[in-house]
């Protein structure tokens, strides 16, 4: 580790050791979801509906049942009944009851003894459909006459009038709006659109349940949180959380789309029918783009009063978004709040609408509501910065919320970084480069809140001094290192005598998800704590041996010693030395720690984008990508470095290629990622990233989750640089080549 690494003190925190799962992985020898079976396991398969909308009127699976190695088949009839709210949206998802809801939606499941005879038996399923009037955007589902998904779904918050689709409503804000507009030298407003998106995470779900005649289960799964898994799955089958254990397997990538369950709970059905027999089920990439969670598509107005030395006066947006046929699945309680989180406005006034439509069940992906609020807010911005004149940069300067301010969806901020990130971005010399013909830049920021939740750690002391530490949040991306980072920090002890596992859910108490960057921030925090636990009961050993008083016993460099001259000269006694003997003085020593992890630090971004717009084919080339965000403190320098590149790297593919299409009759129409076009190598520059900390004080070690916030701004930031390459605004995604070829020629016949 070079020295040139190690900040503020520390001897670990701050470096970049070799990861810990690294050999594993590369080497092939790490465990994914679909790497896991089990003697006498059999394979299943799902129907699903090939309508966007339509009654189930029969399900004849006799002619799958004749197929000889075919055990089982579930329809939701074999699922308990009397479900509510969440738990029946859940259960509605895993499989259809009296109507299928979207292109894709499960209607049965199959299992049998090889993966080609359940695909066959799949298709020997007959379903009888009526097919139903169907529609899968968002302002054509608000409209009258437009078909009604689900009657009476709508609660309380939804203004009379609005159209059943309309399901949910929420406002908020605070001073006067329309003395603020007043105010202004300028008051612009806009419409922007977003399409959904996929997490587009290379691993398909995959799970291995085992139900036994005593009604306890087992679940091998590929999640970013298993306890949720396992409370979801009791909720869909009707029996208690308690008689499920779910353990993770390695997972290649979530980004918020494996917090939830899609198939999960069919593999113990399918289980409990075949007689207890372990059933696997893995997810085709054609399902998992039809039948699981994108993130909402939306449609935004956005209305910003500003003064001509570009003071924003007023704030006004309002959202429609849709995050399929269920109830609850669009951001708008994420994505309201993240709207004017960048900025000090006097005046401010929120309101959205969730709405359904025959699409799936939308999941969340990384910040989920923030890139759809940035790219409306951020890009009107940026619009009357250029209106007036104005360096996008000192604008968001100007009017940047700091320590001390009323964020805009109510808390009073703590110490935050965005200052220090618009000021790293201007003086990076990429915004100095002179551009070239066809060439612009754009600047945007963005915001996510972090999360901390229920959290639970246990950690041990070995016999030789080392450590082990269990953790109920997947790594996803690496935690491992982080965690084992800080507890080394802690204890005094080298970074490779730390082992933290992943453990199951019979381990620990409950876990949330590795998901609102939490995991290093959370487990990371509880980690500190029973490592301190840990050496509070070292030293007690130590005073112990030494016939002195605890309190007089300090811990020092992975050793008790002597608080003081007066406390008795005795050599430090080592972490190895009191492992050793430990079972003679007392027996093990371990720490632990429990807790709904608050002392979260908001996280902000600001990003640089230049392109160039072939004007023939309007195909956008990103020549360069920078990366400014607060980290707090950069536990592992390259992990945080990594989770900026990711969140821009997906970003570009929201902003310039990915979307779903769905044709006439509401079928997905890119199913595989030859057609669903996420960002390859070559078409992304070498990102650079400038790490900012500026310390969190709710953290022992200052941290900010850092996993989200990157995907925030990279949506209206090649916006801006798409206009002022072409002349031509954009306000709707993903703005592809035949999109921004388009925009070319009306601006030019203009």
Same mark, same amino acid.
């Given at each position: 580790?070079?020295?040139?690494?190690?900040?503020?003190?520390?001897?670990?925190?701050?470096?970049?050791?070799?990861?810990?799962?690294?050999?594993?992985?590369?080497?092939?020898?790490?465990?994914?979801?679909?790497?896991?079976?089990?003697?006498?396991?059999?394979?299943?398969?799902? +129907?699903?509906?090939?309508? &966007?909308? !339509?009654? @189930?009127? *029969?399900?004849?699976?006799? /002619?799958?049942? %004749?197929?000889?190695?075919?055990?089982?088949?579930?329809?939701?009839?074999?699922?308990?009944?009397?479900?509510?709210?969440?738990?029946?949206?859940?259960?509605?998802?895993?499989?259809?009851?009296?109507?299928?809801?979207?292109?894709?939606?499960?209607?049965?499941?199959?299992?049998?003894?090889?993966?080609?005879?359940?695909?066959?038996?799949?298709?020997?399923?007959?379903?009888?459909?009526?097919?139903?009037?169907?529609?899968?955007?968002?302002?054509?589902?608000?409209?009258?006459?437009?078909?009604?998904?689900?009657?009476?779904?709508?609660?309380?918050?939804?203004?009379?009038?609005?159209?059943?689709?309309?399901?949910?409503?929420?406002?908020?804000?605070?001073?006067? +709006?329309?003395?603020?507009? &007043?105010? !202004?030298? @300028?008051? *612009?407003?806009?419409?922007? /659109?977003?399409? %959904?998106?996929?997490?587009?995470?290379?691993?398909?779900?995959?799970?291995?349940?085992?139900?036994?005649?005593?009604?306890?289960?087992?679940?091998?799964?590929?999640?970013?949180?298993?306890?949720?898994?396992?409370?979801?799955?009791?909720?869909?089958?009707?029996?208690?959380?308690?008689?499920?254990?779910?353990?993770?397997?390695?997972?290649?990538?979530?980004?918020?789309?494996?917090?939830?369950?899609?198939?999960?709970?069919?593999?113990?059905?399918?289980?409990?029918?075949?007689?207890?027999?372990?059933?696997?089920?893995?997810?085709?990439?054609?399902?998992?783009?039809?039948?699981?969670?994108?993130?909402?598509?939306?449609?935004?107005?956005?209305?910003?009063?500003?003064?001509?030395?570009?003071?924003?006066? !007023?704030?006004?947006?309002?959202?429609?978004?849709?995050?399929?046929?269920?109830?609850?699945?669009?951001?708008?309680?994420?994505?309201?709040?993240?709207?004017?989180?960048?900025?000090?406005?006097?005046?401010?006034?929120?309101?959205?609408?969730?709405?359904?439509?025959?699409?799936?069940?939308?999941?969340?992906?990384?910040?989920?509501?923030?890139?759809?609020?940035?790219?409306?807010?951020?890009?009107?911005?940026?619009?009357?910065?250029?209106?007036?004149?104005?360096?996008?940069?000192?604008?968001?300067?100007?009017?940047?919320?700091?320590?001390?301010?009323?964020?805009?969806?109510?808390?009073?901020?703590?110490?935050?970084?965005?200052?220090?990130?618009?000021?790293?971005?201007?003086?990076?010399?990429?915004?100095?480069?002179?551009?070239?013909?066809?060439?612009?830049?754009?600047? !945007?920021?963005?915001?996510?809140?972090?999360?901390?939740?229920?959290?639970?750690?246990?950690?041990?002391?070995?016999?030789?001094?080392?450590?082990?530490?269990?953790?109920?949040?997947?790594?996803?991306?690496?935690?491992?290192?982080?965690?084992?980072?800080?507890?080394?920090?802690?204890?005094?002890?080298?970074?490779?005598?730390?082992?933290?596992?992943?453990?199951?859910?019979?381990?620990?108490?409950?876990?949330?998800?590795?998901?609102?960057?939490?995991?290093?921030?959370?487990?990371?925090?509880?980690?500190?704590?029973?490592?301190?636990?840990?050496?509070?009961?070292?030293?007690?050993?130590?005073?112990?041996?030494?016939?002195?008083?605890?309190?007089?016993?300090?811990?020092?460099?992975?050793?008790?010693?002597?608080?003081?001259?007066?406390?008795?000269?005795?050599?430090?006694?080592?972490?190895?030395?009191?492992?050793?003997?430990?079972?003679?003085?007392?027996?093990?020593?371990?720490?632990?720690?429990?807790?709904?992890?608050?002392?979260?630090?908001?996280?902000?971004?600001?990003?640089?984008?230049?392109?160039?717009?072939?004007?023939?084919?309007?195909?956008?080339?990103?020549?360069?990508?920078?990366?400014?965000?607060?980290?707090?403190?950069?536990?592992?320098?390259?992990?945080?470095?990594?989770?900026?590149?990711?969140?821009?790297?997906?970003?570009?593919?929201?902003?310039?290629?990915?979307?779903?299409?769905?044709?006439?009759?509401?079928?997905?129409?890119?199913?595989?990622?030859?057609?669903?076009?996420?960002?390859?190598?070559?078409?992304?520059?070498?990102?650079?990233?400038?790490?900012?900390?500026?310390?969190?004080?709710?953290?022992?070690?200052?941290?900010?989750?850092?996993?989200?916030?990157?995907?925030?701004?990279?949506?209206?930031?090649?916006?801006?640089?798409?206009?002022?390459?072409?002349?031509?605004?954009?306000?709707?995604?993903?703005?592809?080549?035949?999109?921004?070829?388009?925009?070319?020629?009306?601006?030019?016949?203009?």
């Amino acid at each position: 580790m070079a020295k040139d690494e190690i900040t503020k003190g520390y001897r670990l925190v701050g470096t970049r050791p070799n990861r810990p799962d690294g050999l594993d992985k590369v080497t092939g020898r790490a465990r994914y979801g679909a790497d896991f079976s089990l003697p006498g396991m059999l394979w299943a398969a799902v +129907v699903r509906s090939p309508h &966007a909308h !339509a009654k @189930i009127k *029969r399900i004849d699976a006799s /002619k799958a049942l %004749a197929l000889d190695g075919v055990k089982a088949v579930v329809t939701r009839a074999d699922l308990p009944t009397g479900l509510e709210g969440e738990d029946l949206n859940l259960q509605e998802n895993t499989l259809a009851g009296e109507k299928a809801l979207y292109d894709g939606h499960a209607v049965a499941a199959v299992a049998a003894t090889s993966q080609l005879l359940a695909q066959d038996a799949a298709r020997l399923i007959e379903v009888e459909y009526e097919v139903l009037p169907h529609v899968t955007d968002v302002d054509e589902a608000m409209k009258p006459g437009a078909p009604v998904i689900r009657e009476g779904a709508a609660d309380y918050s939804v203004p009379e009038g609005m159209h059943p689709n309309v399901v949910r409503h929420m406002e908020f804000g605070h001073g006067d +709006v329309e003395a603020g507009f &007043a105010a !202004a030298d @300028i008051v *612009r407003e806009g419409t922007y /659109k977003t399409e %959904a998106t996929h997490q587009g995470y290379i691993e398909p779900h995959a799970c291995v349940g085992q139900m036994g005649e005593d009604g306890r289960g087992e679940m091998w799964v590929c999640t970013q949180g298993h306890w949720y898994i396992r409370r979801m799955s009791a909720a869909v089958l009707g029996i208690e959380a308690a008689n499920l254990r779910v353990t993770p397997s390695e997972i290649g990538g979530g980004f918020g789309g494996k917090t939830t369950i899609f198939m999960e709970p069919l593999t113990l059905a399918l289980s409990k029918k075949a007689g207890g027999r372990p059933v696997k089920l893995v997810m085709s990439r054609a399902e998992v783009l039809r039948a699981t969670g994108p993130t909402a598509s939306a449609s935004m107005d956005v209305k910003i009063g500003m003064k001509k030395d570009g003071t924003v006066t !007023a704030g006004q947006v309002m959202f429609r978004m849709q995050g399929g046929a269920f109830v609850g699945m669009s951001p708008i309680g994420e994505a309201l709040p993240c709207a004017f989180a960048c900025y000090d406005i006097p005046a401010l006034k929120h309101e959205a609408v969730e709405v359904l439509a025959n699409r799936p069940k939308a999941a969340a992906y990384r910040a989920p509501g923030s890139p759809m609020a940035a790219f409306a807010v951020e890009s009107l911005m940026d619009e009357m910065c250029r209106e007036l004149h104005l360096d996008p940069i000192e604008v968001r300067l100007k009017n940047a919320a700091k320590e001390g301010t009323k964020s805009s969806y109510g808390p009073i901020y703590n110490r935050i970084g965005l200052v220090e990130t618009l000021e790293a971005a201007k003086a990076h010399p990429n915004y100095a480069i002179r551009l070239g013909p066809n060439q612009g830049r754009g600047v !945007a920021s963005g915001f996510w809140f972090n999360h901390g939740g229920e959290t639970s750690v246990s950690l041990a002391i070995g016999e030789d001094g080392t450590v082990q530490v269990s953790i109920g949040t997947p790594d996803i991306g690496g935690s491992r290192a982080s965690i084992a980072l800080m507890t080394a920090e802690t204890i005094g002890i080298p970074y490779e005598n730390v082992r933290v596992n992943v453990v199951e859910t019979g381990a620990l108490g409950v876990n949330e998800p590795t998901h609102g960057s939490r995991a290093t921030f959370a487990s990371g925090k509880a980690a500190v704590e029973a490592a301190r636990q840990a050496i509070a009961e070292m030293c007690r050993r130590a005073a112990a041996e030494w016939e002195i008083e605890p309190e007089a016993v300090e811990w020092k460099d992975g050793a008790a010693q002597p608080a003081g001259p007066n406390a008795g000269k005795f050599p430090p006694m080592t972490i190895a030395e009191i492992g050793a003997k430990m079972g003679g003085t007392g027996g093990p020593i371990s720490g632990h720690h429990e807790t709904n992890a608050g002392g979260v630090g908001a996280s902000f971004g600001t990003h640089v984008v230049d392109v160039e717009v072939d004007p023939e084919t309007g195909r956008t080339t990103v020549l360069r990508y920078l990366v400014v965000q607060d980290a707090g403190t950069a536990i592992h320098p390259a992990y945080v470095e990594g989770q900026y590149q990711g969140g821009a790297a997906q970003g570009i593919g929201w902003a310039l290629n990915e979307e779903y299409v769905y044709g006439s009759d509401g079928r997905l129409q890119n199913t595989v990622f030859l057609d669903y076009r996420i960002p390859v190598a070559s078409d992304l520059p070498m990102i650079d990233t400038v790490i900012v900390e500026v310390p969190n004080p709710g953290h022992p070690y200052g941290v900010r989750g850092v996993g989200e916030t990157g995907i925030t701004p990279p949506l209206p930031a090649l916006a801006a640089a798409i206009a002022e390459a072409t002349g031509a605004r954009l306000r709707s995604l993903p703005m592809s080549p035949p999109k921004v070829l388009a925009a070319i020629k009306a601006k030019r016949q203009a």
